[in-house]
């Protein structure tokens, strides 16, 4: 077996894939080395291309916030490649001599309309992490909504920093208050039960600067921000 082959069958994503498929996939991937301090994607870069970090970690930024880093294994712009995003929602750094296996788009297509099980592995490591993804993020959006959640960390979804910013303006001194009392203030739903003001995710609509929070374990519900409005029948 090549060494690239022989590399990507030590990651974890492609644990079980048959070596002949890694094989046959070795043509389609580059190679990408990183520097300390070398940036590998820019926020709103287009999102053509897919990449596992074999070696090093990178910190991910949003805005110029670090939330997070990437450690080994791990994919890089899975959500542009597998979902239709056109650009890049953050921008990786290197914070340590890093390599990168890099697929393009293209290449990515080739695999799947060839059915390959290198594909397939991708696909399902993408899915996971979205998946774990969501699930932290519901769990941090639940807490806030419930007044007990503290200032965002460096590490949470950059959407928690936002809301944030948008119930608190400017840089947060305090815990961010819980959103029932600003949603009693609203009109419409001083009528609301003082309770919960929880409603069905049908009577909303999502537009510019809303948010809606799901709540509860199977997201059947949401929360709408201050701003959100009934949805017109």
Not at 194 to 209: A, C, D, N, Y
Request: proline share 9%.
């Amino acid at each position: 077996m090549a060494q690239l082959a022989l590399d990507l069958a030590r990651l974890p994503v492609f644990a079980g894939v048959p070596r002949a498929a890694l094989e046959a996939s070795e043509p389609l991937w580059s190679v990408i080395r990183l520097e300390s301090g070398q940036t590998f994607c820019r926020e709103g870069d287009p999102g053509d291309s897919i990449a596992i970090l074999a070696e090093g970690e990178c910190s991910v930024s949003v805005g110029g916030i670090a939330i997070g880093k990437v450690a080994r294994g791990e994919l890089v712009g899975e959500v542009s490649a597998f979902f239709q995003d056109n650009t890049r929602s953050a921008e990786l750094v290197a914070v340590a001599p890093t390599t990168l296996y890099v697929l393009s788009a293209n290449r990515l297509a080739r695999l799947r309309v060839g059915e390959s099980p290198v594909y397939a592995a991708l696909l399902k490591r993408a899915l996971e992490e979205v998946g774990r993804r969501v699930l932290r993020a519901n769990d941090r959006l639940t807490r806030l909504v419930e007044g007990s959640h503290q200032r965002p960390l460096r590490k949470d979804p950059s959407a928690l920093a936002r809301l944030w910013r948008a119930l608190v303006p400017g840089k947060p001194p305090r815990p961010c208050p819980p959103l029932h009392p600003l949603l009693r203030a609203l009109p419409r739903l001083k009528s609301a039960d003082p309770g919960t003001l929880i409603v069905p995710s049908h009577r909303f609509r999502p537009i510019r600067s809303q948010a809606f929070l799901p709540v509860g374990s199977l997201g059947s519900r949401r929360v709408a921000c201050p701003t959100a409005k009934p949805a017109s029948s």
